[in-house]
């Protein structure tokens, strides 16, 4: 299996709602990532999971709350978002390697979820 | 600071041409290089990556890389485009032993028939 795949598709909610993304891979990747892509953009990293364990947060707001269950899945979290959180979220995996230096030997991402926040 | 440029927002070109897309970078020593392709709506693929070694890398789809270390340059080519390959292009590195990627800001490719 080498895919990430990525649930759902598209979701639309309102700003005072609670949602969650979810991320699966079974590639054995032990690194994670939720980027968020707004149109014709490059994507904009948001958070890094590496050993399960939250390893970097790219001060992103509170009402983005993600979460590693296990090494295979990823969630983000979602509350009380703005109409400016619109955007696709993408997630990807890596693998990595300790000892020597962490690196990502190139990303394998998910078809991403598309988010409208109302 | 560390920086990646896509010089060109845009490039056309026939069906059937050659291609070429710029990358340049900016670090204090070479990082892991990579190319990622973005059809509308969909998540990045992977085309190619180099990290050390043969300058000229192999990728799918028919593209290739080169990495210039003189010019801090990593330009991506295709010799023959096919219509499937219009996409958003994005040139990306990653700093030894670091996690974050850098994108560059794309370059969005059209072909024409």
């Known amino acids: 299996d080498t895919e990430v795949t990525q649930t759902p598709k598209h979701l639309v909610m309102g700003m005072t709602n609670k949602k969650s993304l979810k991320c699966e891979q079974h590639?054995?990747?032990?690194?994670m990532y939720w980027y968020k892509q707004k149109a014709k953009k490059p994507p904009e990293l948001m958070f890094v999971y590496s050993y399960e364990k939250l390893s970097i947060n790219e001060s992103v707001p509170s009402r983005f709350s993600p979460e590693c269950p296990n090494s295979s899945l990823l969630n983000l979290h979602l509350h009380a978002l703005q109409p400016e959180d619109s955007a696709l979220y993408l997630c990807?995996?890596?693998?990595?390697?300790?000892?020597?230096?962490?690196?990502?030997?190139?990303?394998?991402f998910g078809s991403g979820t598309r988010l409208t926040v109302v | 600071a560390q920086s990646v440029t896509q010089p060109d927002i845009h490039i056309t070109v026939s069906e059937g041409a050659s291609l070429e897309l710029r990358c340049n970078y900016s670090y204090g020593a070479t990082p892991y290089l990579f190319w990622y392709v973005q059809s509308p709506g969909q998540g990045l693929q992977l085309l190619l990556k180099?990290?050390?070694?043969?300058?000229l890398v192999q990728g799918i789809k028919g593209f290739e890389a080169e990495f210039k270390r003189s010019q801090s340059s990593f330009n991506l080519r295709k010799p023959s485009v096919h219509w499937s390959d219009a996409a958003e292009y994005f040139c990306?590195?990653?700093?030894?032993?670091?996690?974050?990627?850098?994108f560059g800001a794309g370059t969005r490719l059209f072909v024409k028939a």
């Open positions: 590639m054995g990747h032990r690194a």
């Open positions: 990306a590195v990653v700093k030894l032993g670091g996690f974050k990627t850098i």
């Open positions: 990807a995996s890596s693998q990595e390697t300790r000892g020597r230096g962490r690196s990502n030997y190139g990303y394998t």
């Open positions: 180099y990290f050390s070694g043969d300058t």
